[in-house]
């Protein structure tokens, strides 16, 4: 089974511009969450979607929003950057069973520069 | 601010002893914790889990000790290889509803010398 798929990698934006990253979560898995990673803040919640609704949602700005598409697959868009955007976002998928104690898994992420 | 957090940002050890590596928390309404491991250029890995209504699980070369007491919990490797050396994170599931939602700690870097 593949894993979880994140394009692209890498991405170079400047401040004010807006981005769009991809999540192709793992096959089955209807649950799709979002989290930001940075050196300072470590990993943090940014959204969850389920049947392509929304279910959860981090602090963070509405310029941070989200989509899932019938298919689970789910894009994440920040607009009007700034530099403190600058973060690894990663995605993780789930089966979403309805148990407390289901485990997350992981893509490798998407390295975001704001310049 | 940050309930879940880690005592030690780095952890140096030498290939073949044990590590330990430690996470408090401070929600004592968490009932499920996990361990994950981020190697370089990846994002976290699936370790261990446990659920609060225990006290230590075992994997292999891998044990998980959960302290309701005092809101700790611990990682243990034994046997440290290289192929150890990443960061390590323990995370929450707060019971929102929601299981996907954990809350991680910052972090501890585990460096194995030879």
């Known amino acids: 089974k593949a894993g979880v798929t994140q394009t692209p990698r890498y991405l170079i934006k400047t401040r004010g511009q807006q981005v769009t990253l991809s999540c192709s979560p793992i096959s089955g898995h209807r649950s799709v969450s979002w989290y930001q990673q940075t050196p300072g803040q470590g990993l943090q919640f940014l959204f969850e979607y389920f049947s392509e609704t929304q279910r959860n949602k981090g602090n963070f700005p509405g310029r941070f929003s989200g989509r899932q598409f019938s298919n689970s697959r789910s894009e994440m868009n920040v607009s009007t950057l700034e530099l403190g955007d600058s973060a690894l976002y990663l995605c993780?998928?789930?089966?979403?069973?309805?148990?407390?104690?289901?485990?997350?898994?992981f893509g490798s992420g998407t390295q975001l520069s704001v310049l | 601010g940050e309930s879940v957090g880690l005592h030690l940002p780095t952890l140096s050890v030498q290939e073949g002893d044990n590590s330990i590596i430690n996470c408090a928390y401070s929600?004592?309404?968490?009932?499920?914790f996990i361990w994950y491991k981020q190697e370089s250029g990846k994002g976290p890995q699936f370790i261990i889990d446990i659920r609060s209504n225990m006290d230590k699980r075992q994997g292999q070369r891998v044990t998980v000790l959960l302290n309701k007491t005092v809101k700790h919990l611990s990682l243990q490797i034994a046997a440290t290889q290289p192929g150890d050396s990443a960061v390590y994170f323990c995370?929450?599931?707060?019971?929102?509803?929601?299981?996907?939602?954990?809350?991680f700690g910052t972090g501890t870097r585990l460096q194995v010398t030879l």
């Open positions: 995370a929450e599931n707060r019971n929102t509803g929601t299981a996907s939602k954990l809350t």
């Open positions: 993780a998928s789930s089966p979403w069973t309805g148990a407390t104690n289901e485990k997350l898994f």
């Open positions: 929600n004592s309404a968490s009932d499920y």
